[in-house]
């Protein structure tokens, strides 16, 4: 009988717990080196199809695909322990059909290790939701705005600010609840809306330019560090100036170079204590 090992790393059921209990903080990474110093104080990391404008600079979010998003998500998985993984699912490799979605949200979790998938959607996705979850693939819905959806919604615009668009999205989030998801992301939605919606599913929502009363609260991590370039979304907040100290220390090390002071013999093999 095989030996059964202890699961340090926060599972979906435990997120799924969290709702009403304590504020569930989440942050993005796409690389080993952001997904070890932040592991230790989130509770979930989104491998986010963000890495297209934040690490590839790309004008949207469109052209990363299925493999890219796969093995910025292994990255991330080999360089944490503690936090759950969730990885966005790429434009087209899930609104054709919930059995196209099927296909890629396994191939991804298969070569990833990471716990769940993130889809972009309304009314329609749900059941391919239903379908993904029936078959062993956590689900988060993504509702409100929808930056893969970004040529059909006019850009990167508020939603939910008339009643009409915020009965929509309200109808969305009780249909992906309905349909098994077991989060909501709300992203640049009316206050009020991301409010009423969180008080009336059972399951956790997470905000990004929400609401304060959400189960809890999502940023590019990028944006918070002052990484992402002069144009942070209003909803961020600048937490710290990587930026800034990089540069320095870039500068330090060109000018040693250059004034021939760095490297020194004790930088250098075959070297003796004496020389």
Do not use: W
Not at 187 to 208: D, Q, Y
């Amino acid at each position: 009988m095989s030996a059964h090992t202890t699961i340090q790393r926060t599972t979906i059921p435990q997120i799924k717990a969290m709702k009403g209990q304590q504020k569930i903080v989440c942050l993005t990474a796409y690389t080993a080196p952001f997904a070890r110093m932040m592991d230790e104080f989130v509770d979930l990391i989104l491998v986010g199809d963000s890495t297209a404008m934040v690490g590839y600079n790309m004008e949207n979010t469109l052209a990363i695909t299925v493999e890219q998003m796969t093995a910025h998500a292994l990255a991330v998985t080999r360089s944490s322990e503690k936090a759950c993984v969730i990885v966005d699912m790429p434009f087209g490799s899930y609104q054709e059909s919930k059995e196209q979605a099927f296909r890629n949200a396994a191939y991804i979790l298969k070569h990833s290790n990471a716990q769940g998938v993130k889809m972009e959607g309304g009314e329609f996705l749900a059941e391919t939701v239903q379908f993904l979850t029936e078959r062993g693939i956590p689900v988060m819905a993504h509702i409100g705005l929808m930056p893969q959806y970004f040529n059909t919604m006019g850009g990167f615009k508020a939603q939910g600010l008339s009643p009409e668009m915020a009965d929509r999205i309200y109808h969305d989030a009780m249909v992906h609840t309905q349909a098994g998801a077991f989060g909501l992301l709300i992203e640049g939605s009316a206050e009020p809306l991301a409010r009423r919606i969180t008080e009336n599913v059972p399951i956790p929502t997470i905000g990004i330019g929400a609401s304060p009363d959400c189960d809890g609260q999502i940023l590019v991590t990028e944006d918070i560090l002052n990484l992402s370039g002069p144009r942070i979304p209003k909803f961020a907040k600048q937490f710290a100036d990587a930026q800034a100290s990089i540069r320095a220390g870039f500068k330090q090390y060109a000018e040693e170079v250059r004034a021939g002071t760095f490297p020194t013999l004790a930088h250098c093999f075959g070297v003796k204590k004496d020389d």
